[in-house]
């Protein structure tokens, strides 16, 4: 049976069963082997020691408990933490932590360190023993994503696809002619005309005919041929809502504007909805869809 530094018998013959320490080290510092105290007064000063290494000390320094050379944090025999808490004893009379105790470096026992060692079941671990693993980290569980606003940039566009086709109404050129009496006789009906498809976009699209001196270039263009001579320059002008629809409104044309067959007033803006025909000039039509 193996014998080691600090006098207990143990089987086995590379490490202490009772204290951990190396057998066949050198004795630690401030053991009895080492002819010195833990604790107490210096014999040459009287000052008061401790057992604990100074923690700002070199890194070949021995190891307090089997006088291996310091080579990192731990103890490369024993597992012994050379940065770990220190104890200092607060009278002479105060035991010295011992080694073969196996006291927490981590956990205090009832009096501080170095009191006694720790109580079954309370977990406490030596020096020489890992700590086991931390639990791991669970989740945290991201914020659901805030609802999208709307978007600005679509205001006040519409959201619908607007066309408008421009076309010749008989019906209307007839109604004008009751009207206007010999008047209207100098304008003819045309006899052909092909209809034309506008789509609708931007935030208003005016209606009249190209004037280069003037510097006027409607959205939808009647300037022809054939040419209506009942169309002002801006005769009438459409503007989106912000509900995605269009509406008409008349500036101050000189013939007016009819929206299903009633003429509206000068400056009111009138919604428009599928299928509604504007009737403008003598005998032009426009027509709007939508979708």
Do not use: K
Not at 174 to 182: D, F
Not at 187 to 204: I, M
Request: charged content about 15%; overall charge negative.
């Amino acid at each position: 049976m193996a014998v080691c530094p600090n006098g207990h018998d143990s089987v086995s013959d590379d490490f202490c069963d009772t204290c951990g320490m190396r057998i066949g080290g050198s004795a630690p510092p401030g053991s009895p082997q080492a002819g010195s105290h833990a604790t107490g007064s210096s014999p040459a000063s009287g000052a008061t020691s401790s057992a604990w290494p100074d923690p700002a000390a070199s890194a070949d320094e021995p190891c307090p408990r089997c006088g291996t050379p310091r080579n990192g944090q731990f103890c490369e025999a024993c597992g012994y933490n050379f940065v770990g808490p220190r104890f200092t004893p607060t009278t002479a009379s105060a035991p010295a932590p011992s080694a073969a105790r196996g006291y927490s470096q981590s956990q205090p026992g009832p009096g501080g360190y170095g009191s006694g060692p720790p109580a079954p079941g309370s977990g406490g671990y030596s020096s020489a023993q890992a700590p086991p693993p931390a639990p791991p980290l669970q989740p945290v569980p991201s914020a659901p994503p805030a609802p999208a606003s709307p978007s600005m940039s679509s205001f006040p566009y519409p959201q619908a696809t607007w066309t408008a086709v421009v076309g010749a109404d008989r019906a209307y050129y007839e109604q004008v002619q009751t009207v206007t009496g010999s008047e209207g006789t100098a304008v003819t009906f045309p006899s052909y005309y092909a209809e034309r498809r506008f789509q609708l976009v931007g935030n208003q699209m005016r209606i009249g005919r190209r004037s280069v001196s003037r510097g006027l270039a409607p959205e939808i263009d009647l300037t022809g041929p054939p040419a209506d001579p009942g169309i002002s320059r801006l005769h009438a002008v459409l503007i989106a809502t912000p509900d995605g629809n269009w509406a008409v409104l008349d500036p101050g044309s000189v013939n007016g504007t009819l929206v299903n067959g009633s003429e509206i007033r000068v400056g009111d803006q009138v919604p428009l909805h599928d299928g509604d025909r504007i009737n403008l000039g003598a005998w032009t039509a426009i027509t709007v869809h939508r979708g």
